[in-house]
């Protein structure tokens, strides 16, 4: 286990932990629903993020990061690379410290931007259901 998996199962043990999933949606063959599912059902408060969705599973879905009403302590990305790019770009901007990519959501880009940036994250094909508690 490396040390930002160490870091991040950790963080993932702590009480009241938020997870912003980007990507979460209602279509219950993708990862964004199973890992919405899977997350809420281990007791983590989860805020779905989805820009073309109103609810995710019954839950408020918000359009952005900057949609929603709390600060998360994980911002967990399952969608393309390059989408997942311009929300962390944003994400940087909001004193945001922990981000963590699905396998197929990260790049090389994405981990030279996040090595640069001195804050913790996972891009190393780690599965948040497999990881989290």
């Keep these: 286990m490396t040390d930002e998996q160490a870091y991040f199962r950790q ?7 938020k997870i912003a999933l980007v990507g979460a949606t209602n279509d219950h063959t993708k990862y964004g629903n199973i890992i919405f599912k899977n997350l809420r059902s281990k007791g983590y408060t989860v805020f779905p993020v989805n820009p073309r969705a109103n609810h995710v599973d019954g839950v408020t879905a918000y359009r952005s990061i900057a949609d929603l009403p709390e600060q998360p302590d994980i911002i967990n990305f399952v969608i393309p690379p390059k989408l997942g790019m311009e929300v962390l770009k944003f994400s940087l901007t909001q004193n945001l410290d922990n981000f963590w990519f699905q396998p ?8 030279e931007l996040l090595k640069n940036s001195g804050k913790h ?13």
């Design 121 to 133: 994250f996972l891009a190393d094909g780690s599965c948040i259901m497999v990881m989290g508690l």
């Design 104 to 111: 197929g959501a990260e790049s090389p880009e994405i981990v």
């Design 11 to 17: 963080l993932l043990r702590k009480p009241k932990v």
